[in-house]
């Protein structure tokens, strides 16, 4: 897994009733148990940072003096510059045991003057873990030359401090470990980096459950980029949502007000032309794009395609209808744009699995189960894990991602999955599919992949839905969920 799954495992997991107190926990006490079983009582030197690595690597020193071995910590900060509450906690415990009887010694680390060799037998290195990121500072720098240096046996907390945990590159210096403890699952830089700096790699489970990983929760919206202070207009997504009929005028309408509620700078509507009057009337922030008569047709496609190399993103269906027409429209459509795209609604009724591999970008599709079942032929069973592997498939057959709609959302992409439990039975009312679209469309424009803004537009949209019954009760609207989408944004 990458840093950022392991970051949102742990909030997921916290989410869920486990403290990050018990993750450290758990982490320290395995760590120091992999010293414990090989080791005789002797002297550990624990070099630790200030942030989640360092706590671990609190935990661990308290283990081993219950076991009889002499600690000795270098704390390489300020304790005041401990940056999380349980890093904190763990290091106040070391020093109510330092004023004791117990074999520990503290030395905070203010620059690398206050650093000294040591003649520990084991080392652990508890200092960045996947915290690394460019050339590493002082004292930082020095205390990796200290462990390198020594003759004591080296443990890695999680992933050797300067071993970049995404990429296993190492940018100037990194510890050179006998073996490396990591939590939970492997991080991706760990199978790529060199064994010098690896050593041995042991995989410690600190009680994360699969649910945390399998479902989506809090944690995921730390997937979610900062806005960058120096953009410009158009560089956070600029979505073109296809759409509209006669019949249906409101559906594309919601589709790009929710991904402007998303952060997309810019949304537009193409739809027929005796429809954009009314789009227009919804709202003064969406732009409308007319092509002609009350439907689309094959007319339109070369113009469409054309308008929709401006934009970064396609939503293909909402309120499109039924004509013959659209359907050659719109399966020339799915195979000429290339953009990421999101197929809803009708659309999904008149394009099959076979034509989707034809497309060279992403495409998402979201389903309810009708429509799930027009567009593969497959009748979405009742019993969850058969679902899923059905939706797996029809992923693997239409190489597309392929959300789910239901009281649980099932997210796939090939053997990829997600699912998602957030929403609420008001959200049966029209429209909500619409917002989903939208909002899926614009996390493709901001970059997210197929897979990820499917999974976490899922998330937004029910949880959006979730603060609208909160506020209504079950008798709320589309045009209620969008506006509390923007309010489930962390910034």
């Known amino acids: ?67 009889g071995f002499e600690v000795e910590v270098f704390l390489l900060s300020e304790p005041s510059l401990i940056k999380s509450s349980e890093t904190r906690l763990n290091w106040n415990v070391l020093e109510k045991m330092s004023n004791g009887t117990s074999p520990l010694s503290l030395n905070i680390i203010r620059d690398s003057s206050y650093l000294h060799e040591t003649d520990a037998e084991v080392v652990v290195d508890a200092i960045l873990g996947t915290g690394v990121s460019g050339n590493l500072r002082e004292p930082v720098s020095t205390a990796v030359d200290i462990i390198n240096q020594s003759e004591g046996f080296t443990v890695a907390v999680d992933v050797p401090t300067g071993v970049d945990p995404g990429s296993g590159m190492v940018a100037d210096n990194a510890v050179r470990a006998d073996v490396t403890v990591t939590f939970h699952k492997v991080k991706v830089g760990l199978n790529i980096a060199s064994v010098e700096y690896i050593g041995n790699l042991e995989i410690c489970d600190i009680g994360i459950p699969k649910e945390a990983e399998l479902f989506t929760g809090p944690g995921d919206l730390l997937r979610l980029p900062n806005r960058d202070k120096k953009s410009h207009k158009g560089q956070n997504g600029k979505v073109l949502v296809i759409g509209g009929s006669k019949e249906y005028s409101g559906a594309p309408a919601l589709a790009a007000l929710a991904s402007l509620g998303a952060g997309a700078d810019i949304s537009v509507v193409a739809c027929p032309r005796e429809l954009s009057q009314v789009i227009r009337s919804y709202s003064p922030d969406l732009i409308v794009h007319s092509l002609s008569d009350y439907f689309m047709n094959p007319k339109d496609t070369d ?83 058969d679902k899923i592997k059905v939706v ?62 499917a999974f976490l537009g899922a998330y937004i949209n029910g949880l959006a839905g979730d603060l609208a019954c909160e506020e209504y009760g079950y008798n709320f609207k589309a045009t209620d969920v969008l506006n509390f989408i923007p309010r489930v944004y962390p910034f």
């Not at 070099?47 to 706590?55: A, E, H």
């Not at 190399?309 to 000429?336: P, W, Y």
């Not at 957030?422 to 599919?433: E, F, L, R, S």
């Open 392 to 453: 797996k498939e029809v992923s693997r057959e239409s190489e597309a991602t392929v959300l789910l709609k239901g009281a649980v959302d099932i997210i796939a992409r090939n053997d990829k999955l997600k699912l998602n439990s957030t929403g609420n039975p008001g959200m049966t009312v029209g429209g909500t599919g619409d917002c989903l679209a939208g909002l899926t469309g614009a996390l493709l424009a901001q970059g997210r992949d197929a897979f990820e803004a």
């Open 303 to 385: 113009e469409i395609v054309k308008f929709s190399e401006n934009f970064d993103s396609v939503v293909l269906g909402c309120g499109i209808g039924r004509e013959e027409e659209t359907s050659l429209a719109v399966n020339d459509l799915v195979v000429e744009i290339e953009k990421p795209m999101v197929i809803d609604a009708d659309a999904l009724k008149m394009v099959g699995p076979g034509v989707l591999p034809r497309r060279i970008y992403e495409t998402v599709i979201t389903p309810h189960a009708g429509e799930f079942r027009e567009f593969s032929g497959i009748g979405a069973p009742q019993d969850l894990q």
């Open 1 to 67: 897994m990458t840093p950022k799954d392991m970051m949102v495992a742990d909030a997921n997991s916290e989410a869920m009733g486990i403290p990050r107190t018990s993750l450290m926990e758990n982490a320290g006490s395995c760590l120091a148990r992999r010293i414990i079983n090989n080791r005789n009582p002797c002297k550990v030197a624990i070099f630790s940072g200030n942030g989640g690595n360092g706590g671990d690597g609190f935990v661990a020193a308290r283990y081993l003096i219950n076991h």
